[in-house]
């Protein structure tokens, strides 16, 4: 790979001349993919707001795979075409928007905006990229982050945006101050790091673990790093400092310096918190010392003891930075009986600390010690530092303190306790065989024997079913069954597949007023069939077409001229307009902006309204092409006047022909010839003239300078100006066609909104069993034609566990569009009867009561999680909002924020002991 050092060649003057929009794409793409062969810890990555990052994309195309979010297209390649032909290059490197400093380039302690979403706030660029945009664009501030490596065993790479933020107390004055460091750095770096800070020695320093503002640990200087000793974003650490380096006491009147972990020879797992039935349960067992485990297990404190007889299951979860997710899901699991029965006893023999895809022990062990702080009783919320601990080291995508999805952690916590608890020490390779013709339920048992073989704990015992795969070749009908096991349904969420968007039309030419059209077209069609379907709303002439635009913040965002690109790129909180143009050779675009002056703020000048848009109809630029254009596009929007006719030529919001004639001629109906006639008098018609004035943008897009009538411009494929609009403006011309623009998902400006979409539960259990055809990225190797098929696939529901969870597909991702849905599904809370769902001929019913719900609020990369539970032995729901519980009554739980469903299955005694002798006998 060979890059220049000079990047910008030299002008006769001297003076950098910009590179080719397609020769800095080819030299980033270069250094993007040498970046990526080099991937190790503490290499350096900077962050770039996404605001500026997609003006640059837009000006040079697709760049190394760096779409950002905002700006994918259905056609990559058409899509950099029309980036790089409209896109001006963009100004200076601005940061501003993502950095609580703002502008102030200074300094260079910037905070990043908590909660920022990669590819939608910010973007992440390997230095060496940086240095080139840099050089190229000057700007910032810079925002340069570390990649480090996380998880055990295969590592992860990730870019820590959010260094580890902690609030040091000093003991000497109660003085706050704030220290921040990688998670990664040792707790040895952060003593040092302090001490420099207090300007206190070493020796004498000691610093706790000061979460809640209360000692837990005294923090010991080791090669331990921040992450490992569990501290959190935000928390306080505690400096205390003594006269003579000695430890043994604190200083003043605290209490003497002793850890408050046990020694990791002597850990307990069992207890004794009561049940809400008020059975309790206890026994302990130690880990040999060394062992993985030892050094994760927590005592169970004296006050479980104290507190028997009271009531358990009601503490809350502190939210440790936008945990509810996981607060979310925990709770759901900690309610679900068979698994609190399980935790609060001794299961020290089921752990299993060899198993490869398993966590040594440690997530079990952590998970149950959580478990068992919750049903200790008394309503104090929990803080679970120790649990997202090891959920961040096993799991390293749930590290960090974004908002993920509640149900992929639950998948990840029930695989991941599944393998910490396997009973199977040593897993058997087994061959599947081909169904072949034979009966279904000689294969179905064969397949859970084998998966039994291999997977055997408390998660396979109650939460995992059975369920049959078909799957069909369209060449050969080769027939291929196979009983697979499930820990959790996730079912589709069936919905209209059409979709109503209004769409406001302005005609380029001057012809007719802006005109709002609600058109119903198929959610999964593209915009060439939005513009076919507003052609014929709109009444559009054979020489006529369509160009449809996104306006955000009185702009045009983007032009949807890919006419393949789907409306799923579109969403339906964005403002949506059609411009109504002449076919023919494309030439200049014109893109007129509206500003007004805020005299309030000291006369900043600010966009308003929509854009207009047309073509520039001469070959030669000129200031009086321009205006010219500007006023034929305003006409319509001109105030009726004092005049002998009882109208202004508008008829049904189109200028007659005649009147249309007279505009076109010399200072007809009041319109000025140019932007600085004061007035004009025709035909006896008087009304006063207006005085816009017009700007032009300059190269960068940042600046702008007054049109002169006679100014020869340069040519350019897209010009855009400024309308400067005053008082007297507003007077001549009515704004309010440019102002009102609906969003694509209202359906006009009189309709009234749809009522929100219902669904049941069954609908989409249904639609999750039924026969569909494999997408063409998921084709099938049939064995018959031993050619990959897109194959027909149906699932039926053969076996059903004791605790059936239900995931509805809210969201859905796809490389157009992100996007949730809010459809209310009516699910039943008792008497849920799947018995017509199974399949196998066994001659049970399955009948079910929900006990648990993870609700989802608001809409992606964000909103809130919160669960409700039931306590079941009094019969009674909660809400757990992270730290706040409260009752709910059974006819609150029901909304449209239900996202995973949890069922325990009401089997008679005759059925249970029917099913125990069945599961010994496949045992055996």
Known sequence: MTIPDSVFPMDNGGSCVPLPPEEEN???????????????????????????????????????????????????????????????????????????????????????????????????????????????????????????????????????????????????????????????????ELYELVCKMKGVEQKKACIWDYFNLNKHTVLAVSDQTLEEANLMMDQHILLEVSLDGDHSHSVGNELALVPLEPPRSSMSIAGGPTLSNGHATGSSF???????????????????????????????????????????????????????????????????????????????????????????????????????????????????????????????????????????????????????????????????????????????????????????????????????????????LPSTVTRTMTVTVFYSDGSGLPMPYTVTVPKHCSCRDLCNVLATACCLKSDEMLLLAEVYEHKIFRYLETPLEPLASIKDDEHIVAYRLKRGPRKTKLEIMHRWLDNVKGGERKLFGTPLVTYLAEDTLCGANIETSVYKMLLPLRRACASSKSHDGKENGFFSADIDEQSRG???????????????EQDGTSCGGSSFQLFITNSSGLGCEPIEKDSLLKHSQHIRVFLDWTDKEHDLYDASYLRDLPEVHKTGFTVKKTRQESISLFSCLEAFLTEEPLGPDDMWYCPGCKEHRQATKKLDLWKLP?????????????????????????????????????????????????????????????????????????????????????????????????????????????????EASVVHTVSL
């Open 26 to 188: 080819r030299i980033v793409s270069e250094l993007i993919k040498e970046s990526e062969l080099n991937l190790r810890d503490g290499n350096l990555y900077y962050v770039i707001s996404n605001r500026w990052f997609s003006s640059w994309q837009r000006y040079v195309g697709d760049c190394g795979g760096m779409l950002s979010t905002v700006e994918q297209s259905s056609d990559d390649q058409n899509a950099s075409v029309v980036h790089s032909e409209i896109a001006d290059r963009p100004g200076p490197i601005d940061n501003s928007d993502i950095v609580s400093n703002g502008n102030n380039h200074d300094s260079n302690d910037f905070d990043i905006h908590r909660m920022l979403e990669e590819g939608k706030d910010y973007v992440l660029v390997p230095q060496k990229v940086w240095e080139r945009l840099s050089e190229w664009y000057k700007g910032g501030p810079a925002l340069p982050r570390k990649l480090i490596s996380q998880g055990v065993g295969q590592k992860q790479y990730s870019v820590e945006v959010y260094p580890l933020i902690l609030k040091l107390t000093d003991a000497r004055d109660n003085s706050e101050s704030t220290v921040k460091l990688s998670k990664k750095a040792n707790i040895r």
């Open 286 to 492: 130690n880990s040999y010392q060394g062992s993985s485990v030892s050094s994760s297990l927590t005592t169970v404190d004296d006050k479980y003891d104290n507190c028997r007889g009271e009531r358990g299951g009601l503490a809350g979860l502190q939210n440790l930075g936008n945990t509810c997710f996981m607060n979310s899901s925990i709770q759901c699991l900690v309610h679900t009986p068979p698994l609190v029965e399980y935790f609060l006893q001794d299961y020290s023999e089921d752990i299993n600390m060899d198993n490869p895809l398993g966590m040594r022990g440690e997530l079990a062990i952590a998970f149950g010690d959580l478990l068992r702080k919750l049903w200790s009783a008394g309503r104090t919320a929990v803080a679970p530092r120790q649990f997202k601990g090891k959920l961040a080291r096993f799991a390293p995508q749930f590290s960090g303190y974004n908002q993920h999805d509640s149900q992929e952690l639950l998948a990840f916590l029930l695989d991941g306790l599944h393998e910490d608890l396997n009973r199977v020490k040593q897993k058997p390779y087994i061959e599947m065989k081909d169904s072949d013709g034979r009966p279904d339920e000689e294969i179905a048992y064969e397949c859970w024997k084998n998966h039994m073989a291999r997977n055997d704990s408390l998660i396979v015992d109650v939460c995992q079913g059975q369920y049959k795969s078909t799957l069909v070749c369209p060449e050969c009908d080769k027939i291929s069954i196979t009983f697979d096991p499930f820990m959790y349904l996730s079912l589709p």
């Open 666 to 680: 010399s200072n007809a109906q009041c319109e000025p010839s140019n932007p600085t006639t004061t007035s004009t």
């Open 802 to 914: 004791e605790i059936l969870v239900f995931h509805l597909k809210r969201f859905s991702y796809s490389r157009y569009l992100k996007n949730k849905l809010d459809t209310f599904v009516n699910f039943p809370i008792h008497n849920l009867d799947l018995t017509k769902y199974v399949i196998s001929k066994d001659g049970q019913t399955y009948m079910y009561e929900l006990y648990a719900i993870s609700n989802h609020y608001g809409g992606l990369g964000g909103g809130h999680y919160t669960a409700y539970a039931k306590l079941i032995d009094e019969n009674k729901w909660y809400h757990f909002d992270d730290s706040h519980v409260s009752p709910v009554t059974e006819a609150e739980i029901k909304s449209s924020a239900a996202y995973v469903l949890f069922y325990q299955r009401v089997r008679s005694k005759s059925q249970m002991e029917g």
